[in-house]
């Protein structure tokens, strides 16, 4: 098999290959490619990456890096994406200048998100267009943020096969590991079972059982407490929810906690990556950094390899997976792409469940809302205009207002203009 990294320089590729460490007699992963357009942290990595390797017996998997994107996706029976276009650079401004509005200011959502995949849209569908020619048959796994977004625009616009990700389809099992002190092996992940719909970032999790057995109202309010949205509220929507839907239900509040930080989120890992990336480039270093527990994006690899293994050996697999709706969600579009439980196998995913009864009905509106803004970004994206920038930023319930409309897209878009080759500025 061999397995392509797209992105390979970012700090998250070692706990993929842990992965492959972890499942090696039943993924034969003989080619592992590393490709980035960053050669320095390129060359770091693939250094690290083969000692870490070594040390753990994986002598017979061969590790190259390339500079060449059709070098790199040739054959690949896996191609796992985790792009940050712009870097944490670009992250800090997605952050900054909502917030200077008065608005969230985040990397997957609100006018941040949307500048993020206004960046990422392009280069993704030149990684599918380019899979579409070196490598029919592939799997693309995609982790690169928005992942909804961007499974959408490729879904859209190419035929190459991709399983849109994101750790979030898992977090009610960590919950239960915090919560229960449940361990992270494969038999203990499979004891907690749950419904999972919405949009990717915008979830509603009910129908969990432990064991096959309906929690009890004290284990649901156990686990509403282990994620950033008030208990309460998840008491009172009779479901668990997304950590992210504390920017639609606690806004003012995580504004003004924005606000009061000393540094944003995108400036504390700029000054991580550095502590990081020097164990990395440590030639007697074959571990893992401490610091890289502080990064975030748990449970990421663990999802990846769990989607391979269920592709390459067949075996029936739930996940949650960002696909397109086909009635999933019966008041969106076929066409709009939303996450849901889905069954994973070598014929590839197929959702699990149709139904309604799995969000309050109090958030079909948000849900509507949001992909509605989600569909309009993305054809922004691919056409470069500047008035359906406009129609997306006025659908999305974080934003909204005309005049801050008119304020805020020439400032996105001065401060990205050298990322966005598809936009006449």
Known sequence: ??????????SYTPELIEEMIRLRETLPVKELVLYDIDEK???????????????????????????????ALYGAAFVDTQVRVGGNKQRVKDEKIPLKYGLVGQETT???????????????LNVARHMEKDSPDGWLINYTNPT??????????TKANIAGFCSGGIFPKMWAKSAFGMSYDDEDYKRVQYDYIGLNHMNFISNITIDGRPITEEQFMALARQQSVDPELCKLLGVLVSPYLQYYYHTHKVVEKLKAEPQTRGEYVQELEKEVYSAY??????????ALEKRGGGGYSEVAMTFVNAVYNNVDTEMVVNVPNNGAIPFLPDSAVVE????????????????????????WGLISEV??????AVEAALEGSITKMK?????????????LVEKLVPELLEANKEYLPQFDL
């Not at 098999?1 to 970012?10: D, L, N, P, Q, Y």
């Not at 690290?48 to 059709?70: N, V």
């Not at 480039?281 to 401490?290: E, I, L």
């Not at 992909?371 to 309009?376: A, G, I, R, S, W």
């Open 391 to 403: 129609w997306a930023l006025l659908a999305h319930p974080l934003v909204r207002e005309y005049d």
């Open 41 to 71: 942290r390129l060359d770091i990595m693939t250094g690290f990456c083969r000692r870490f390797a070594d040390k753990r017996g994986m002598q017979g998997l061969k590790i190259r890096k390339t500079l060449d994107l059709d070098d």
């Open 110 to 124: 609100g006018a941040g998100g949307m500048m993020k995949a206004f960046r990422t849209i392009p280069v993704m």
């Open 340 to 363: 849901i439980n889905c069954m994973v196998n070598q014929r590839g995913m197929q959702p699990i469940h149709k139904s309604l009864d799995k969000i309050p009905p109090m958030c």
């Open 148 to 157: 909804g977004l961007v499974t959408e625009a490729i879904t859209r616009c």
């Open 281 to 290: 480039a440590d030639p007697n270093n074959a571990d893992k950094p401490v």
């Open 1 to 10: 098999m061999k397995f392509t990294i797209v992105g390979a320089g970012s």
């Open 371 to 376: 992909k509605n803004y989600e569909q309009l």
